[in-house]
């Protein structure tokens, strides 16, 4: 039996069309590139269970069919940035009795190009044209990337429709916190709904019955300092609407977090652990900036001794990077989800300008140094930490003998505390010299720092005119029963 007696060929053009019997596991390059070429194009059918050039059908039975399935969507997953637009569908026929079936792929022109294929580290973009999957040419990068609409995922178009009945918890959530409805006028003006009646992503993320991926979030409590260090207590996963998502990690901390009594002159006052307007304000804040393009990926709840870590997937958008920051006041971030804002602000639970940290920074500002909240970000998450009131030492920082390295060359007696310190977090030289006992002095900087990062051990950086150092983990390791601190 052939491809034509179970599709309407009329409906197929050859060149947007591909076939193959199963998907080769030792040459994976070889099938994604046509998933890639076809979303760099104007998409194009893929069939799996298929001959090629005949067409003549070979098909799986149901299993082997969801496993080509399954092996299909965790590659693509996994090599296709950004990830392309998709459907998978199974087609059933008949044969001497038996049920088999084949997977027809309809893949979508991407409307964010170029699509790149990246396989053990290397990247590559391909292009399908007359019938052939090449690698696309200079010209046709130029091409893709002048067109493309460079839309964030929140607001490119979806294939759902608008059904204010499917936003009960949305509603409800802003009533709870706003007091007021949200109306289907606002939400066409915001874009939550285009001039279609179609929902764009970020709209499908509130939906009620929403529980992919693009939520994922990941709870933990240590009964220590570090990842490695102490047993991990408890480890939850969660995948809902984006309400659902902020309830659930709000709910997290605060039924596992301590409760003290700090003792006055005149009174004691009982205490929490974490302050609820910025445990609530640091979730909303992970939530309203995170990437929503990186797929596999989880905001992470961490809860050790002495604080509370929150990472959201992306770094800070058009934001430097940045080391370990306690000045949250100057944080600048321009927004990557407006749309995803625009609902929280609406439901009076993010601030309508700026990065929300404000509200933080005033919950912490009888704190001591030893309990002041922090951010770190990086190129692929940003980080906020909130020290545990309640800990009465403050954040760990000892941190020394937890990492071996060969000796340096003319090195120093701080050499291993300052690679230990640094190894966990971009740190600035007034904060090692701090936390090493020593005045931050041209010296200081000079035979030992910047020593280190001229041998190679720490990797010296720059955000506006601060300059970080990081240890270089390819000549300091940590040692087994210590983690990082950020992943």
């Not at 609407?241 to 977090?257: C, F, L, P």
């Not at 009982?270 to 989880?298: C, K, M, S, W």
Request: charged residues 25%; glycine residues 6%.
């Amino acid at each position: 039996m052939y491809l034509e007696k179970i599709i309407d060929a009329s409906e197929f053009e050859d060149i947007k069309q591909e076939c193959t019997v199963r998907l080769n596991r030792n040459d994976v390059v070889g099938w994604l590139k046509t998933i890639a070429g076809f979303s760099n194009a104007d998409g194009g059918n893929f069939f799996i269970g298929v001959e090629d050039k005949t067409n003549k059908l070979i098909g799986f039975d149901r299993m082997e069919a969801d496993n080509e399935r399954n092996y299909l969507n965790n590659q693509i997953n996994e090599h296709l940035y950004p990830r392309p637009s998709y459907s998978i569908h199974f087609l059933k026929y008949e044969i001497h009795g038996k049920e088999r079936y084949i997977l027809q792929t309809v893949v979508d022109a991407s409307e964010i190009k170029p699509v790149v294929l990246k396989l053990d580290g290397v990247p590559a973009i391909y292009m399908r044209r007359n019938g052939f999957t090449n690698a696309a040419t200079y010209e046709e990068i130029r091409r893709m990337v002048l067109e493309s609409s460079d839309l964030p995922y929140e607001q490119i178009v979806s294939k759902e429709k608008y059904a204010r009945k499917d936003f009960q918890k949305l509603l409800a959530f802003c009533k709870a916190h706003e007091g007021k409805d949200l109306s289907d006028k606002f939400l066409r003006e915001i874009g939550f709904v285009n001039q279609d009646g179609m929902l764009r992503n970020g709209a499908v993320l509130f939906r009620d019955d929403y529980d992919g991926g693009k939520t994922a979030v990941q709870c933990s409590l240590f009964s220590g300092f570090t990842k490695g260090s102490q047993r991990i207590v408890s480890v939850n996963h969660f995948t809902g609407n984006i309400t659902d998502s902020i309830q659930y990690m709000n709910d997290y901390v605060k039924v596992r977090m301590n409760h003290g009594i700090i003792k006055l002159n005149d009174r004691h006052v009982d205490v929490d652990a974490y302050p609820d307007r910025a445990l609530f304000e640091g979730i909303v804040n992970a939530v309203a900036h995170r990437d929503y393009f990186l797929d596999g990926t989880q905001i992470q709840i961490d809860m050790f001794r002495d604080r509370l870590e929150i990472s959201s997937p992306g770094s800070f958008y058009e934001g430097a990077p940045l080391g370990r920051t306690s000045d949250l006041s100057s944080i600048i971030s321009k927004r990557r989800n407006e749309l995803i804002c625009a609902v929280l602000v609406r439901c009076n639970v993010m601030e309508a300008a700026g990065t929300g940290f404000d509200k933080i920074i005033e919950d912490y500002k009888q704190a001591d140094e030893s309990h002041k909240p922090y951010v770190y970000s990086s190129s692929d998450h940003f980080m906020l930490v909130l020290p545990d009131l309640t800990y009465e030492p403050g954040l760990s920082t000892d941190l020394s003998e937890t990492v071996s390295f060969v000796p340096v060359p003319d090195g120093t007696k701080h050499d291993a505390k300052v690679l230990a310190y640094c190894y966990p977090l971009a740190r600035k030289s007034a904060d090692i010299a701090a936390y090493l006992g020593i005045a931050d002095s041209t010296y200081f900087r000079q035979k030992v720092l910047d020593h280190l990062a001229e041998t190679g051990y720490l990797e010296k950086s720059k955000a506006g005119r601060t300059v970080y150092y990081k240890s270089n983990r390819d000549l300091v390791k940590k040692e087994g029963h210590v983690c990082e601190m950020v992943n």
